[in-house]
């Protein structure tokens, strides 16, 4: 197979929105990632949206069975996956049945034409094999018999038909490969490695991926070849990395930052279970890994290790943060640091377990009970997971609190490239644990108090076994200062204005507005939405639009300047993908027009979406 990169007959063009879609045993997740990779090397800017059924193995052959993978591959700087598909590969009829309506009008459609049979079509709701008819005749239609062509080129091999038909998905990757022209080098490289003593395995993969590399080639697609570009990028170390896998090392980092070694405490929950697959990595950092019976224990052993003087964090989706929520109230009282990571998912109760959705806002504000209050911090990139672990981590020292870090699906599951930073730019997170007496009783004898409060309100940590140090603390209310429990009317009172106080104290960056210095329309965004939000007003703007748009990494407190800037505009706009969280906390503090554009279809915004309801605005 002759691997040619930038062949001299291709198009170029400035980007390709792929979208890969079949059964979830098809392995779409796995050949979209590949080609994601490839591109990745190429040195193409990209931005990746998985799909999967909620189901772990749902009906094959159903629309409830589809799993999808969408990559936008380009040679500038994006935002998104895309809002549309330029090329659609549907490996049977509920591939196409479901995820159609996407394709943009004279798009590419590839199509895996074996699998277009009587009882696959019956189960997609097709009366009639769209094949056949003029239904796609708006799509330039590419047909091939990738079943039947992956079986043969296997035969020889001494595969079983059952097994090499398994390698379709790698037919698919080398078609579409050799149409964008992909180099083939690091998938090969990937099978070896991934695959390694298991050669009939390896040898049927490579065997498929070079059987629709070369039906490009045989199948008169010349018209069809196009070439992407690499993208400029900063000098650097770059790689390919996903928001959990980005949040886990910044986690890893924190704990180096900050000198202490790192606990976390997890019970499996999609789509947060990657972050303790990950951490479970990394003994040699000083992480321990705990998979714990339940998200209680889970919390449990997370606060204890906070205690112990561990950077102590638990992960989970919003079902886990409520049942963790009576040990994120002992956490307040306790004013110990935690770090409490959320990566949400479509609710209520099990919900969408694999589609994204940012509903747990004001239970991240909110759930808790009493007058609970902590910090939230929320990321808005894959890559700023890395960033926003960190800040988690180091507000939560610094502070001695608990903190929630929000992300979701998206974030979790989507990738783009990253440019590994300096270590020596990350800045110490400095940790200081009370080694001596702090108070002098009535009776002339030395004492430590848990709750003595520097000029932040800060109280001092003496982890258990500290000489001389030794004291109590517990979830009821206790004395300021001593620590002592206390029933005190107004020494409750007193304590609730201090956790008040303590959040107020804690200082983050101001808000920067990005757009039109005179923007009529203000777009303000919190977490994922980031990307749909900057290419959206990044088009309005060009087009000579007055838009501006600001993004909030800091839910609570919110930074200080951003009710002045919420008061220089009439028309403000939270596009969020719940039906209104952060709109209402902007309506309650500043008391502005904060009008929610909610979405809940368990798919993240696209840009153009973000566009249009813009322009509505504008025209009001």
Not at 237 to 249: D, H, M, R, V
Not at 268 to 282: G, N, R, V, Y
């Amino acid at each position: 197979m002759t691997d040619t990169v930038a062949p001299p007959d291709a198009l170029s063009v400035d980007k390709v929105i792929v979208r890969f879609a079949g059964d979830s045993g098809d392995g779409m997740q796995l050949t979209g990632d590949r080609f994601t990779s490839a591109s990745a090397l190429f040195g193409n800017d990209l931005a990746t949206l998985p799909e999967y059924p909620s189901e772990i193995r749902a009906p094959a052959g159903t629309l409830a069975g589809v799993s999808a993978f969408q990559v936008q591959i380009s040679d500038h700087d994006i935002m998104t996956p895309g809002d549309a598909p330029d090329v659609l590969v549907a490996m049977n009829p509920a591939a196409l049945k479901s995820d159609l309506y996407m394709l943009v009008p004279g798009g590419t459609l590839i199509v895996n034409a074996d699998a277009f049979e009587e009882r696959n079509l019956a189960k997609a709701g097709y009366e009639d094999n769209p094949l056949e008819g003029s239904e796609l005749d708006a799509y330039r239609l590419v047909t091939a018999p990738m079943t039947s062509l992956t079986k043969e080129v296997c035969k020889n091999l001494g595969v079983k038909p059952r097994d090499a038909e398994r390698s379709k998905n790698f037919f698919a990757l080398g078609l579409v490969s050799w149409m964008y022209s992909r180099p083939s080098e690091p998938t090969m490289e990937w099978i070896d490695a991934k695959f390694a003593g298991r050669d009939l395995i390896i040898a049927a993969n490579k065997a498929a991926y070079a059987a629709g590399h070369a039906f490009g080639e045989t199948a008169e697609l010349g018209h069809q070849r196009v070439v992407v570009p690499a993208a400029p990028q900063e000098p650097g170390t770059y790689t390919n990395i996903n928001g959990n896998t980005a949040l886990a090392w910044g986690l890893v980092a924190a704990g180096e930052l900050s000198g202490l070694p790192v606990f976390l405490g997890s019970y499996p929950i999609t789509p947060a279970t990657d972050i303790l697959h990950e951490l479970s990595k990394h003994k040699s950092f000083g992480v321990t890994a705990f998979q714990a019976e339940d998200e209680i224990a889970a919390a449990g052993s997370a606060l204890g290790a906070a205690y112990g003087g561990y950077l102590g964090v638990t992960t989970t989706s919003g079902p886990g943060v409520a049942l963790k929520s009576e040990t994120i109230s002992l956490a307040v009282s306790l004013e110990l640091p935690l770090v409490i990571v959320d990566i949400q998912r479509g609710g209520p109760s099990t919900g969408l377990p694999t589609k994204t959705e940012a509903a747990d806002l004001l239970m991240a504000m909110y759930g808790r009970h009493g007058e609970a209050p902590l910090p939230v911090v929320a990321a808005s990139t894959p890559s700023d997971c890395f960033n926003v672990a960190i800040e988690a981590a180091r507000i939560a020292l610094t502070h001695h609190t608990p903190v929630i870090l929000l992300s979701d699906g998206y974030l979790a599951n989507g990738s783009e490239p990253w440019r590994l930073p300096e270590v020596d730019s990350l800045a110490p997170i400095p940790v200081e644990f009370a080694t001596e007496f702090n108070h002098t009783n009535a009776d002339g004898e030395p004492a430590f108090w848990p709750f003595l409060r520097d000029e932040n309100l800060v109280r001092p940590l003496a982890p258990p076994g500290t000489p001389d140090l030794m004291h109590r603390i517990g979830g009821i209310e206790k004395q300021d200062g001593s620590g002592n429990v206390s029933y005190d009317p107004q020494n409750h009172a007193h304590m609730v204005a201090v956790r008040a106080e303590r959040m107020a104290l804690i200082e983050v960056p101001d808000v920067e507005v990005v757009g039109h210095p005179e923007a009529e329309v203000l777009v303000v965004g919190w977490g994922s939405t980031w990307g749909a939000i900057t290419g959206g007003v990044r088009r309005l703007v060009n087009a000579g639009h007055k838009v501006a748009q600001v993004h909030l990494t800091h839910l609570n407190p919110f930074p200080k300047n951003l009710g002045e800037v919420l008061a220089r505009h009439d028309k403000i706009l939270v596009p969020e993908m719940n039906m209104g969280h952060l709109a209402r906390m902007l309506r309650a503090d500043y008391l502005v027009d904060a009008r929610p554009i909610g979405k809940v279809t368990g798919q993240p915004f696209t840009a153009g979406e973000i566009e249009q309801v813009a322009l509505g605005a504008l025209d009001d």
